[in-house]
């Protein structure tokens, strides 16, 4: 008999300037309108789109599908305590960007209605600089209220690897940069990422397009962007909200046809929510039966008994042993008995560490 048990999802946090598309993005990626929970934020579930697992159920032909999944929590205003939210409970950030009311050659709104803080010469850097500037400050008061408490418990035994690791990162913070950026060796790394720096958290960038924009491909600002995010290593996708929203309205036929006419290859939707699920240094393997083809999350490095204990604590506690083989190797043999004739089926312990793309059973006994 297997106990309930319950594990934590990935959790994704949307934050952007007012009207930048937070929301519309949040509905288009869960389904779901945004209602207003905890803080004022909504929380939601998206799925996340692969190919693979579509593939997957082609061949084992299971009673049941299911995609991995994210969590998506809508954060409707930026404030210091939306800071130490995120800060505790995202694995990853989703900036959002409205690059769609930017018009370079007007000048900025100011008057209230987009709620850009009436900067007069708002630009999409700008918009993410500042967004970055009150996470940075955030983070800043944390690291020097951490080292204040240290220096008064001086006397007390300290682990000097974390304060050397925290003036590091109060250094980064202090130049305007991301805690992530922080140049430290990986043992500091791994201490620091304990501490939840809302900084810390791998961020991708959404930039909001206009359809004029999306079909050019140009806005303006862009190049800035990109060379910004690109020194402090983060993703930059771009999409546009009212496409999407359009794209959502039909079906799969027509879709294809409709995003065509854009230059684009697949809803932004989906490149977005792969996306945020890959930075967030986030795997997927997969179980195939009868009853269910699954995509199950783990993070990059998670051991054979790790990525068990995802399915049930049980068959962590009683792991024997893992059976594996790759989706390439399926997708190439077509059945599992032809796959384990050419040698690609595989037993191994608890310390495999799972592949992106591994299908995987579990040996256990409890
Ligand atoms: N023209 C245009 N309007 C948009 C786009 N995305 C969002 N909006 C509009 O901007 C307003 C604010 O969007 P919302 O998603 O609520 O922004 P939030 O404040 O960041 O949550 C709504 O009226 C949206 O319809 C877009 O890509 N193009
Ligand atoms: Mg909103």
């Avoid at 207003?36 to 299971?62: Q, T, W």
């Avoid at 008061?141 to 590091?168: N, Y």
């Avoid at 043992?187 to 206009?210: D, H, I, Y």
Wanted: proline share 4%.
């Amino acid at each position: 008999m297997l106990h309930r048990c319950r594990i934590r999802r990935m959790n994704i946090a949307i934050i952007g300037m007012q009207s930048s598309g937070k929301s519309s993005l949040f509905s288009l990626l869960t389904g779901i309108e945004p209602r207003n929970g905890k803080n004022g934020c909504a929380e939601g579930i998206a799925r996340v789109p692969d190919e693979r697992v579509d593939a997957l159920s082609g061949l084992f032909n299971p009673r049941k599908t299911t995609y991995a999944q994210i969590g998506l929590t809508d954060h409707p205003g930026y404030s210091p305590s939306t800071c130490r939210s995120i800060a505790k409970n995202a694995d990853a950030l989703l900036f959002v960007i409205g690059a769609f009311s930017i018009d370079p050659s007007s000048p900025a709104p100011g008057q209230g209605a987009s709620g850009s803080r009436g900067d007069a010469r708002r630009t999409v850097v700008s918009e993410y600089d500042d967004l970055l500037t009150d996470m940075v400050l955030g983070d800043l008061q944390q690291v020097e209220g951490t080292l204040e408490r240290m220096s008064r418990a001086r006397g007390k035994p300290q682990r000097t690897g974390d304060i050397e690791a925290l003036e590091a990162v109060r250094r980064a913070l202090s130049d305007g940069t991301p805690a992530r950026a922080a140049n430290l060796d990986p043992e500091a790394r791994s201490l620091m990422s304990s501490f939840g720096f809302a900084t810390w958290k791998p961020a991708v960038v959404a930039v909001n397009l206009s359809e004029d924009q999306i079909s050019s491909g140009e806005y303006s600002g862009k190049d800035d962007l990109l060379a910004r995010c690109s020194d402090i290593g983060a993703e930059v996708m771009e999409f546009s909200c009212m496409v999407e929203k359009e794209v959502a309205l039909l079906d799969r036929d027509e879709q294809q046809s409709f995003l065509s006419a854009y230059g684009l290859l697949e809803p932004g939707i989906n490149r977005l929510a792969i996306a945020a699920y890959r930075s967030a240094g986030l795997i997927s393997f997969f179980t195939c039966g009868e009853d269910e083809v699954r995509a199950w999350t783990v993070r990059v490095g998670a051991t054979a008994r790790e990525a068990a204990g995802k399915i049930h604590t049980d068959i962590e506690r009683g792991f024997i042993r893992a059976e594996v083989f790759s989706f390439d190797d399926i997708q190439e043999y077509r059945s599992v008995r032809a796959l384990k004739e050419a040698g690609k089926f595989r037993l191994e312990s608890k310390d495999y560490v799972v592949k992106d793309g591994d299908v995987c059973s579990f040996r256990f006994n409890v």
